[in-house]
């Protein structure tokens, strides 16, 4: 058992650009290309932000942004790409049907950011799986899924990074698919909150989508913190729940912006008290529509995160820091 009573603090950001919004944003029009943009903008400032308060984060990163072009990408085929029911949801049959914007597009590939959050330090870099793979989807298979992460690991590791930490991309947690986790070394993989509204992770009924905005702002359940103590699995990879989901700020929503805040700096405060974990995360491109508004959000959260490491040494930690420590103790 974990025997440290030090509050653990953790980010995982789902690095995915436009692969991951091809439904939501089916047209690369000017508003998307903008939204984009301002992401690519921020993400080097999030990154700063980081460094300065010795941020310990995890980069669950879509595979496909590593390729530096429109060939390179055509080169780096799985062999064998996932059999949706629904083509729609297909990352493959979005580019056959529309195409790059240009050889390098910048809303599908980022290898100059991928460099800068590598070359920063604190910085972890894990896997959203190569092509925003769902896990949960009908007509893909197991197999499928293996030879997707295979063409991740394979091309993060010609960068010279080795894959240890994975996010199911839209929170599609697939128990099944653990064991394929395992044989490829993923030691640690993001679990979704133990609350009725965030399980199935496939759900998207209307009564589901209300309990979770609403949970953003109002409590519903007990705390999102959990006792470290909880959080050991005598198997691999470790499940390390998510707590929060941080939404971005609204022009609209200014009461609602500051319940939101208030109520992460209150979990994060319960957690240090109690030497809980407790997780939040998000998407880089949450960021695109306002981004000085989220940046100092962040910086608001950060500086909490200070003083509660002050206080309480609260300890951030990446989840491969976290995997690593659980095994460990």
């Not at 990163?61 to 530096?68: A, E, P, R, S």
């Not at 493959?92 to 597009?105: A, C, L, P, T, V």
């Not at 490491?309 to 951030?316: I, N, T």
């Amino acid at each position: 058992m974990p025997t440290n009573k030090h509050g653990i603090f953790c980010i995982s950001l789902d690095f995915e650009l436009h692969w991951g919004c091809i439904e939501n944003k089916p047209v690369m029009n000017k508003e998307a290309m903008s939204y984009f943009s301002n992401t690519r903008k921020a993400i080097p400032q999030m990154l700063s932000l980081f460094q300065q308060h010795e941020m310990h984060v995890t980069w669950a990163i879509v595979g496909m942004l590593f390729n530096k072009n429109a060939t390179e990408w055509r080169s780096h085929t799985p062999n064998q790409k996932p059999a949706y029911s629904n083509k729609g949801v297909s990352t493959y049959d979005w580019i056959e049907k529309n195409g790059f914007q240009e050889e390098e597009d910048p809303f599908h590939f980022a290898p100059a950011l991928i460099e800068k959050i590598k070359n920063t330090p604190y910085q972890e870099i894990g896997t959203h799986t190569y092509s925003h793979y769902f896990c949960l989807e009908p007509g893909q298979t197991k197999e499928q899924f293996k030879a997707d992460l295979l063409k991740a690991i394979e091309i993060a590791s010609s960068w010279g990074i080795e894959l240890t930490s994975l996010v199911f991309p839209r929170n599609q947690f697939n128990d099944d698919y653990l064991s394929v986790c395992r044989e490829l070394k993923i030691t640690s993989v993001r679990s979704n909150p133990s609350v009725w509204y965030w399980s199935p992770a496939s759900s998207s009924g209307m009564l589901t989508k209300i309990f979770r905005t609403g949970d953003a702002y109002i409590k519903f359940d007990r705390n999102k913190s959990i006792d470290l103590q909880n959080l050991h699995h005598h198997q691999q990879p470790v499940q390390l729940p998510a707590s929060r989901l941080y939404r971005p700020w609204k022009p609209s929503f200014k009461f609602q912006n500051k319940l939101k805040l208030n109520r992460i700096l209150k979990e994060m405060t319960v957690a240090a008290k109690k030497g809980a974990y407790y997780h939040l995360w998000w998407h880089p491109h949450n960021f695109g529509n306002h981004p000085e508004q989220c940046l100092q959000e962040l910086k608001t959260i950060l500086n909490h995160f200070n003083w509660l490491k002050e206080k309480y040494s609260f300890q951030s930690m990446s989840m491969n820091e976290i995997a690593n420590k659980i095994v460990l103790d």
